[in-house]
């Protein structure tokens, strides 16, 4: 009797609205196995998730499980994430905000609905003098297709893509039309919802839960103010160092203006309507660059676009120090002399 080791079996998981369970399940799948989920019907935007995690989706319309399971079985060639089929796929309406939750709430979720705003940032009190106490919101812009400072920020882009406070969605669409995998992440269900109809895929989660690819992403965005998330720039910059893979980068963008503030805000809009207040901050790009040197990063870019600055940042590879230079090892001799043993390059 020959025996023969058994041919890698594909893990066939049906998906019928399942987004949020969606990446729980395709990180417990060993890599050595081929994942084609069906789309079985979601309006949920699952199958782009699924493609956002390195998954290739077959699309089965009929709500049944095992025309899913058959459909995910038939003969086919292994199809990258860009050529999924049903691509787009119709969502449903935004999910109602929970009150007083920041970015939740109504003033938020209807901007995001007609496009426009006013909107703001409301600092609470105490001010310094001279101080505004509106910070516009351009929400025009987030809500329109990528402008040139975007478009350039997006060719620097290695993906599988994560962007943190993915707002409308236009960024992880664009990528998503691209061919790149793309994943946004935001708190806000409006946004959720949005970006999904654009054809992006994205959760709700705060970047300070576990995320999909932890460890695994190739570029992480963190634009339009964003660096401003959770009121201090320095454990941000350290939870992204944790999200990108070695070698990967950072694409932030900083304020206009080359400030340092840390603050307790509210967004309101022109009529008074307001959510709750939270903490976020304002960082140029000198304060950036210091957090992003404390937090163990490299820089390796820096410009301005259109008004915006921008920097790049990379996570050290492995055997690189802070500054991206070869790790040097430190021993003794036996005389208790200090020896520094050089890289294989003898770079010091």
Not at 147 to 154: E, R, T, Y
Not at 245 to 269: C, S, Y
């Amino acid at each position: 009797m020959i025996e023969t080791s058994p041919s890698p079996v594909d893990v066939v998981p049906p998906c019928l609205d399942e987004a949020e369970a969606r990446p729980w399940v395709l990180e417990r799948v060993p890599p050595s196995r081929r994942v084609p989920v069906v789309g079985n019907g979601s309006t949920d935007g699952s199958a782009d998730i699924a493609c956002a995690l390195g998954a290739y989706v077959v699309h089965e319309p009929r709500r049944d499980f095992g025309a899913a399971c058959h459909a995910g079985q038939q003969p086919r060639s292994v199809r990258s994430p860009a050529q999924r089929v049903a691509s787009t796929v119709p969502t449903r309406p935004p999910v109602l905000a929970e009150p007083g939750e920041p970015w939740v709430e109504d003033p938020y979720a209807r901007a995001l609905q007609t496009g426009r705003g006013p909107l703001y940032l409301r600092r609470m009190a105490p001010l310094a003098p001279g101080v505004a106490e509106l910070l516009p919101l351009d929400v025009e812009r987030w809500c329109a297709a990528p402008d040139a400072a975007d478009i350039d920020v997006l060719h620097r882009c290695t993906g599988p893509v994560l962007d943190v406070g993915c707002g409308p969605g236009r960024l992880v669409a664009a990528l998503a039309a691209r061919g790149i995998p793309a994943l946004g992440v935001d708190v806000s269900p409006a946004v959720v919802a949005r970006t999904r109809r654009l054809g992006g895929a994205a959760l709700r989660r705060s970047v300070f839960d576990r995320l999909p690819r932890e460890s695994r992403w190739g570029t992480v965005l963190l634009m339009d103010g964003n660096v401003g998330i959770g009121g201090d720039p320095m454990p941000l910059l350290a939870r992204l160092r944790d999200a990108v893979r070695p070698g990967g980068r950072l694409l932030a963008e900083a304020a206009g203006d080359d400030v340092d503030e840390r603050l307790t805000v509210r967004v309101e809009d022109a009529h008074g309507r307001h959510g709750r207040p939270f903490s976020w901050a304002r960082v140029g790009p000198t304060a950036l660059l210091h957090a992003a040197d404390v937090t163990g990063w490299i820089v390796t870019g820096r410009w301005t676009a259109q008004g915006r600055p921008f920097v790049e940042l990379h996570r050290p590879n492995a055997g690189q120090d802070r500054h991206g230079m070869p790790k040097q090892e430190h021993t003794t001799a036996d005389d208790g002399t200090a020896i520094t043993v050089l890289p294989a390059d003898g770079r010091p």
